[in-house]
Nanobody, 124 residues
């Protein structure tokens, strides 16, 4: 139905910055909530940041003041600007979206969609 593709991951030194992007493709009616999650090695996946269609944002406590999520409603992409990175930020970062579809009955429904992830490694 829809595909999410992350890009921008890589190796960065502590205190450095990275910008992640998530591009969407496929057929859907709309995308409401979009978010970034991450999964550190040996840990469970956790919410990094989310952004609604109107621009309202929410951040995990560990990234507040350091990360900024953005949304382009024309290109249907989301970004994640990550500043002042530390080793605890090392993880696979996943793009997530609540995608709205319209069934043949005319009823609208939502589905969670995930990208494959991009690796971010913070190390000296």
């Amino acid at each position: 139905q829809v595909q999410l593709v992350e890009s921008g991951g890589g190796l960065v030194q502590p205190g450095g910055s990275l910008k992640l992007s998530c591009a969407t493709s496929g057929d859907f009616f709309s995308i409401a909530l979009m978010a970034w999650y991450r999964q550190p090695p040996g840990k469970e996946r956790e919410l990094v940041a989310s952004i609604q269609a109107r621009g309202e944002t929410n951040y995990g406590d560990s990234v507040k003041g350091r990360f900024t999520i953005s949304r382009d409603n024309v290109k249907l992409t989301i970004g994640l600007q990550m500043n002042n990175l530390n080793s605890d930020d090392t993880a696979v970062y996943y793009c997530n979206a609540a995608v709205q579809y319209r069934a043949e009955t005319g009823r609208y429904f939502w589905e969670d969609t995930w990208g494959r992830g991009t690796q971010v490694t913070v190390s000296s």
